[in-house]
């Protein structure tokens, strides 16, 4: 586990997707939870770190793909923390409703590839909490906000704190190898939602920006992700 910037973490030693960790406000807060596995991993790294699995309070989820609820119910079953998502990513998360892909047939070969065979089934697990555009978590890091970015998957939230300028995307975008690009195709059910939420979040003054898949930009991400967006 290493510190991001005070107060917020990352796990390492993960396959794919990271996963966070917000240690001010009232408890422990994680934001996604990886592939599964991943949550023994994120358990033996609070240890570590001198935490308990009861001193997590909530686990945040960006949107309800393979890698980045794969260790939610380990996690969930471990540390009793309160699950929260968006209304429309619930039924993925607790009903196993399939998730939604790009339509094949409007993929380019290589992609379409991507999609063949059935998607992931994940373990159910209770969503306890949903949350909405604009909300904030008041008992989370000073006041994380929700921010509605969808396209990547249908109910996809960010989360943003205002004050420390602090930015979790999830996968609205990605820091891959090194440098910024959009979801992968195959699993964006609508990349041009997806490229309006990007130019959503570019609008903000971020400071530091953490992805769901590559390494955070830790100074001047404002300017990095105008630029992007601005390339769309």
Same mark, same amino acid.
């Given at each position: 586990m290493r510190q991001i910037v005070p107060g917020v973490?990352?796990?390492?030693?993960?396959?794919?997707?990271?996963?966070?960790?917000?240690?001010?406000?009232?408890?422990?807060?994680?934001?996604?939870?990886?592939?599964?596995?991943?949550?023994?991993?994120?358990?033996?790294?609070l240890a570590a770190a001198g935490y308990r699995p009861g001193d997590v309070k909530r686990i945040l989820i960006t949107h309800a793909h393979f890698d980045h609820i794969g260790g939610l119910a380990d996690l969930a079953r471990a540390t009793g923390a309160q699950v929260i998502a968006s209304a429309v990513e619930?039924?993925?998360?607790s009903d196993q409703k399939p998730v939604e892909r790009a339509r094949s047939a409007d993929l380019p070969p290589l992609a379409?590839?991507? %999609?063949? +065979?059935?998607? /992931?089934?994940?373990?159910?697990?209770s969503v306890a909490r949903t949350v909405q555009d604009g909300e904030v978590l008041a008992e989370v890091f000073g006041g994380l906000q929700v921010?509605? %970015?969808? +396209?990547?998957? /249908?109910?996809?939230?960010s989360f943003w704190q205002p004050e420390r300028r602090i930015l979790f995307t999830g996968d609205v975008m990605m820091n891959i190898p090194a440098s910024l690009r959009l979801p992968f195709a195959a699993f964006t059910p609508d990349m041009n939602e997806d490229k309006r939420s990007v130019k959503r979040?570019?609008?903000?003054?971020?400071?530091?920006?953490?992805?769901?898949?590559?390494?955070?930009?830790?100074?001047?991400a404002a300017a990095k992700l105008r630029a992007f967006a601005g390339r769309l």
């Open positions: 973490f990352a796990f390492s030693g993960l396959y794919v997707g990271r996963v966070y960790l917000l240690t001010e406000g009232e408890g422990l807060t994680i934001i996604d939870t990886g592939m599964p596995g991943a949550g023994k991993k994120v358990l033996a790294q619930k039924p993925y998360i379409r590839l991507m %999609t063949m +065979g059935s998607a /992931p089934v994940n373990t159910p697990v921010i509605a %970015t969808p +396209g990547h998957s /249908p109910g996809h939230v979040l570019a609008a903000l003054d971020v400071e530091t920006a953490c992805f769901g898949h590559g390494q955070p930009l830790l100074q001047g």
